[in-house]
């Protein structure tokens, strides 16, 4: 086996990032933090790309690609810190809708892959999630009461205030009238990997966010000088950014690791992915931590680029299962020797 | 309109750091480098793609473009990655990237613009690495066809191009007959820098190299990539060039801050002896 991405994904990671860095500038991140919409203009972008029929099989009119190739552009997602909600409309509802294969995903997910709307999903009981005000429309996940959607219709929802303000969180104003899409064991299945993907979604977010503001504290360690020297040639630094570097070392091969068996359908996919969002989620909050205490005093004002970062990390390091919870459920499935989905 | 599009894997200049030198200085250690395309034959290779379509409809060609590159297998990812940009077949001449110099290039490009019979060779004016500003110059010699270098703008006519030279103290425009061969500078990727006959004058370009979409991505995989052996093109394999010892820069020395402008000028004068 070759543990290694290809050359196609290696290519895939620079042509999205060639592409972010033109249109998802830290002065567009933070713009994005004053506006209660998404760009059109940087959707686009990425629908050029193709990046929302990514996880869409080709029958359905998207490129067919694995949980592999997604997580190499989400990682890329997190190192621009994109406000655009690529995690949730790409990596979980699109193939959520293609893989319910009924009649009424089927105009929704044509208008996704198209790149004309966004989507949002909530999972069981929640009424708040990462782009609901703002998506045409809307999954709710639940494993016993089946898959429902709807689309919101103005008023439907409003918007929420987040730590990180480019995030964009929003909240159902009213229960809405809910679709009926799947239910019975299907409904559960298509819910566990719908969870899957969003945890292991968030985990490569955060690897590249983790890399971002280390990159962004190393630079800064080499230019700030203290006692006539660079900081970063004092040990207390470089011990803070090495142990930085060596969490993300570590969490990227485990998201790697968790995306290959999601896209096998593999036994253990669930804990892998589990595991790839508990070590994401420490070492980028980590990172962030690191870097905060390099940066020293500016790394705290707003007018800093790196708490667009550091927000966004808080976020996603919360959202889809936090460190501690993703941790239990790890030691659930090894526990109960049930590799199956939870 | 055909255009063969030479172009060179250089070592990641953002990574420059990481280039390291063989202990006996014979050659520079390639070890670990990240490789990527030479940027100015990037840029020939979007000429050479606005050159080959017309600009309202980019994903209908008009022409055909093949890129070229010389070294070992691994250099394929170059190649696919042009491909993937657009390009519509590439060859790898095999060989390694140590064994090669601008002269054993041009004769071997030669040998291959014989059998592809390209309209125009169209390619960056050097690479970042080496800095040797050579091949286009040999190559047209051998051709024995019109050359322009430095190009900055590119206009399509009938069995012609109109090239745009930025030089001191204006521009010089170029009426070359094809067949030729072009190189291009960095603002041949302006928006309004190339037009084919199909594009119409109004028409603006995106700044700089178009982005490869993933589905080209996928289909680069099924675009044809030759491999074609170097003594097959240039039986004569032997280097004009003799390198003798490779050795980094020296460790630049800190700088000094001075009080005014009058130390200033004492150093300039006693230390540095300049003034």
């Not at chain 2, 009426?175 to 594009?199: G, H, M, N």
């Amino acid at each position: 086996m070759r543990f290694a991405l290809s050359d196609e994904q290696r290519l895939l990671a620079k042509s999205v990032a060639d592409v972010l860095r033109k249109h998802a500038t830290p002065a567009d991140v933070r713009a994005a933090w004053s506006s209660d919409v998404g760009s059109a203009e940087r959707w686009a972008q990425l629908a050029d790309l193709g990046v929302p029929a990514m996880l869409v099989p080709e029958q359905h009119g998207g490129l067919g690609l694995s949980e592999l190739d997604m997580v190499v552009v989400l990682e890329q997602v997190g190192r621009f810190a994109l406000p655009e909600p690529v995690l949730e409309t790409a990596m979980i509802v699109a193939p959520l809708l293609a893989a319910s294969s009924t009649p009424e995903a089927a105009a929704p997910l044509a208008r996704i892959v198209a790149g004309e709307i966004t989507a949002a999903v909530l999972f069981d009981d929640a009424r708040v999630a990462a782009n609901l005000h703002g998506a045409s429309v809307v999954v709710l996940a639940r494993a016993t009461e089946g898959v429902q959607w709807f689309e919101p219709a103005a008023g439907a929802t409003k918007a929420r205030r987040s730590v990180d303000g480019a995030r964009r969180l929003g909240e159902l104003c009213a229960p809405p009238t809910w679709a009926p899409m799947v239910t019975g064991d299907r409904a559960a299945e298509l819910t566990a990997r719908a969870r899957d993907r969003a945890a292991l979604g968030a985990a490569a977010e955060l690897v590249g966010l983790g890399r971002a503001m280390l990159d962004m504290a190393v630079d800064y360690a080499k230019v700030r000088e203290q006692f006539g020297k660079p900081i970063g040639s004092f040990q207390a630094v470089k011990h803070h950014l090495a142990s930085a570097h060596v969490a993300l070392e570590l969490a990227r091969p485990a998201v790697l690791y968790a995306a290959q068996r999601t896209s096998e359908r593999a036994a253990d996919a669930s804990r892998a992915c589990s595991l790839a969002k508990a070590v994401a989620s420490d070492a980028a909050t980590g990172a962030a931590r690191a870097s905060l205490q390099c940066h020293g005093a500016i790394g705290y004002s707003f007018e800093h680029d790196l708490h667009l970062w550091m927000k966004r990390t808080w976020a996603l390091a919360r959202a889809h299962g936090d460190a501690a919870t993703q941790r239990a459920r790890v030691a659930a499935l090894i526990l109960d020797h049930n590799e199956g989905r939870s | 309109m055909k255009i063969l599009v030479p172009l060179k894997r250089v070592a990641d200049p953002d990574n420059a750091n990481k280039i390291k030198i063989a202990p006996d200085g014979a050659k520079i250690d390639t070890t670990g480098l990240e490789w990527k395309p030479n940027p100015f034959d990037e840029y020939a290779v979007e000429a050479a793609l606005r050159l080959t379509e017309n600009g309202a409809t980019p994903k209908v060609r008009g022409g055909e473009v093949v890129v070229v590159t010389f070294g070992p297998k691994e250099a394929d990812t170059t190649l696919r990655q042009m491909l993937a940009t657009g390009a519509d077949r590439a060859v790898r001449v095999d060989t390694t990237d140590d064994a090669l110099d601008g002269s054993l290039v041009a004769r071997a490009l030669k040998a291959l613009v014989e059998r592809e019979k390209p309209d125009l060779v169209l390619m960056g004016k050097q690479a970042v690495d080496g800095d040797s500003n050579q091949v286009g110059q040999i190559l047209a010699e051998l051709l024995g066809w019109p050359m322009a270098t430095f190009a900055a703008t590119l206009q399509e006519e009938a069995g012609a191009l109109l090239v745009g030279r930025e030089v001191d103290g204006g521009v010089i425009t170029l009426r070359v007959k094809l067949p030729a061969v072009v190189t291009v500078d960095l603002r041949i990727v302006a928006p309004t820098s190339v037009y084919s006959l199909a594009t119409a004058r109004t028409h603006k370009y995106a700044d700089g190299v178009r982005f490869s979409a993933l589905p080209a991505i996928m289909a680069a995989k099924k675009k044809p990539l030759i491999e074609v052996p170097l003594a097959e093109l240039s039986p004569d394999t032997s280097l004009r060039i003799a390198y003798s010892k490779f050795e980094p820069p020296p460790v630049r020395k800190a700088g000094v801050k001075v009080p005014d402008v009058a130390v200033l000028v004492d150093k300039l004068v006693n230390e540095a002896k300049v003034l």
